[in-house]
């Protein structure tokens, strides 16, 4: 069964640094990965995908993630945080042949706190 | 385009009480499902469907049902709510094939007394 796993509850960060939130995956086949964040009182939003190609994607906001299949990781990452990025946000995982019934995985979320 | 829409946007219900929450796209996509958010525990997945007529059990079934009669239409039904179905449910909503992330709609937060 595929998995997602996101080892901090919650990341700090001061603004202005670089953050990095940090996701793990398990699938049987080659993974579609996911980013969304969630504002308070929200919906899900979408951030950027991992789909194949380059390992480094760029997505909204100024954010990126860097796919490496040989650790199973797929981590969130920002060069300048600003106070505006805290959110809970959300790893998600799709095997779209090999199983899993295109089902869509989530981690448990990590909550990102951007101080000033 | 209205993307994913669900309604209500909250309710209460008393134990035992049944209900409905209702989910509808308009992009013409495969696949629908429902999610529970509780804290701590991301989103768990209650039911899927990969097209009208066909649905199946995600991760946490008991005590919901749904139906696809529709492409766009994917209700989800408490037969007796229980408090520990008290939680923030999402519907998503994506393509099977193509660009494929998924679209949620603003969720509805639940609550049993």
């Known amino acids: 069964a595929q998995s997602v796993a996101q080892p901090e509850d919650q990341v700090n960060v001061a603004e202005g640094n670089p953050l990095t939130v940090k996701c793990t995956y398990s699938?049987?086949?080659?993974?579609?990965l996911f980013w969304y964040v969630q504002y308070p009182n929200r919906g899900l939003q979408f951030l950027l995908k991992?789909?194949?190609?380059?390992?480094l994607v760029k997505g909204s906001y100024g954010f990126e993630a860097e796919f490496n299949k040989s650790q199973t990781s797929f981590h969130l990452k920002k060069p300048s945080a600003l106070v505006s990025d805290s959110a809970l946000y959300f790893c998600?995982?799709?095997?779209?042949?090999?199983?899993?019934?295109?089902?869509?995985?989530f981690g448990t979320g990590t909550q990102l706190k951007v101080e000033l | 385009n209205a993307g994913v829409t669900q309604t209500p946007k909250f309710q209460v219900l008393k134990t035992g009480q049944s209900m409905t929450l209702q989910c509808a796209q308009d992009?013409?996509?495969?696949?629908m499902s429902w999610y529970r958010q509780d804290p701590g525990m991301g989103l768990r997945l209650i039911h899927y469907s990969v097209g009208a007529g066909i649905t199946d059990q995600g991760e946490v079934p008991n005590g919901y049902n749904v139906s696809r009669s529709t492409t766009e239409d994917f209700p989800l039904r408490l037969l007796s709510a229980a408090p520990s179905q008290t939680s923030v449910y999402f519907c998503a909503s994506y393509r099977v094939w193509g660009a494929p992330e998924a679209f949620f709609g603003q969720g509805t937060r639940l609550t049993v007394v």
């Open positions: 991992y789909i194949t190609g380059d390992n």
């Open positions: 998600a995982v799709r095997d779209p042949v090999t199983g899993g019934g295109n089902k869509l995985t």
């Open positions: 992009m013409n996509h495969e696949y």
């Open positions: 699938v049987s086949g080659n993974p579609y």
